[in-house]
């Protein structure tokens, strides 16, 4: 709930617990490549079809991205050996966004070098809002040009048969005859932040966010930008703004506690990231992950950090070969720190 060109690299201190993960790494094993499939669901086991998916390394760098068919699958090929994160990303739907961990390590039992074929689905489940206030729920109405309505109408129908270029083209070309149209502002920072057009897209946001202020997708969205540009303080201004609409969004939840942990708030981050923990459900390793980032080398919290580790493997279980986590957290346990 992708759910960021920056989960991990941005740290410097991932020595402690990422070395661990990357022990699987083998240049040797490079040439056989893997594949990642599944099916990406809703409710009532719908499938979803054009869902966008994105491939991550350990390090948060996309290395991937396509979507889901009509009849909801997705597949990923040419998947190196390491440790990965498949994100379902939620921009522009009604979903919650979810994130699994996949690791690939491409060994077969007498240890020669194989290909794997990891298969992951994902189950959907729409946003929920119980907090929300009926003002949170009003209808933004606009009167629009009735050209600029048209070109939106078109570049809509492109954008849902895959032409995105001339949806893209269109989306901008409504906003030029119609500067303040917010529907089309909101969809064209949607798929700019989809091309990784992150200065973009937060301009497109702030454009609609200048028309209409009470849109959760446009602060979220904001927020996304900024924390994939590493710009913290933008993330923590942001976030809230986003958290006053959706008070349990996982994923904003879980930037804002990641950004303020970047700056050094420490005790903030652990209070947002455990309310993205609280709503998540054990489904998304990253919260966890950063938990025990920040409880292990910032807090000083072993036992706690341990604890966080326990939940990441519990949210993660695609990993092959748990033991070196399952010795660090023995490690925390014992109130020594994650690396001498």
């Avoid at 995105?164 to 932040?193: D, H, M, N």
Wanted: proline share 5%; glycine share 6%.
């Amino acid at each position: 709930m992708n759910i960021n060109k920056t989960l991990h690299r941005s740290f410097g201190l991932l020595a402690g617990v990422c070395f661990l993960l990357l022990l699987f790494a083998n240049p040797t094993l490079a040439q056989f490549r893997s594949t990642i499939s599944g099916y990406v669901f809703g409710p009532g086991r719908r499938p979803v079809s054009e869902a966008h998916l994105e491939l991550r390394t350990d390090f948060n760098s996309v290395i991937g991205r396509t979507r889901t068919s009509s009849s909801g699958q997705f597949t990923f090929m040419g998947v190196p050996n390491g440790r990965f994160s498949v994100t379902v990303l939620a921009l522009g739907t009604n979903f919650e966004e979810q994130s699994k961990g996949v690791e690939i390590a491409g060994v077969g039992a007498r240890g020669q070098a194989i290909p794997e074929n990891v298969q992951i689905d994902f189950y959907l489940q729409p946003r929920k809002s119980p907090e929300s206030t009926a003002t949170n729920k009003v209808v933004f109405a606009q009167e629009v040009p009735v050209e600029a309505r048209k070109l939106y109408d078109n570049a809509i129908s492109d954008l849902e048969t895959k032409r995105t270029a001339l949806g893209v083209t269109g989306l901008k070309r409504a906003i030029e005859l119609f500067p303040t149209y917010f529907l089309a502002s909101e969809r064209l920072g949607i798929e700019q932040l989809l091309q990784e057009q992150y200065e973009d897209a937060a301009k497109s946001f702030r454009t609609a966010l200048s028309v209409n202020q009470r849109c959760f997708p446009c602060w979220h969205g904001v927020t996304y930008a900024s924390f994939a540009l590493e710009k913290w303080s933008d993330v923590i201004e942001t976030a809230p703004r986003a958290l006053e609409l959706e008070q349990n969004s996982v994923s904003t939840l879980a930037m804002l506690g990641i950004a303020q942990r970047a700056v050094k708030k420490y005790e903030d981050a652990e209070k947002s990231l455990l309310k993205a923990k609280k709503f998540d459900g054990v489904k998304t390793p990253d919260i966890y992950w950063n938990l025990a980032l920040l409880y292990a080398y910032n807090l000083k919290k072993y036992q706690e950090a341990a604890d966080a580790l326990e939940l990441y493997l519990q949210a993660n279980p695609a990993i092959p070969d748990p033991t070196k986590i399952k010795e660090l957290i023995k490690r925390l346990r014992e109130n020594r720190p994650p690396s001498d």
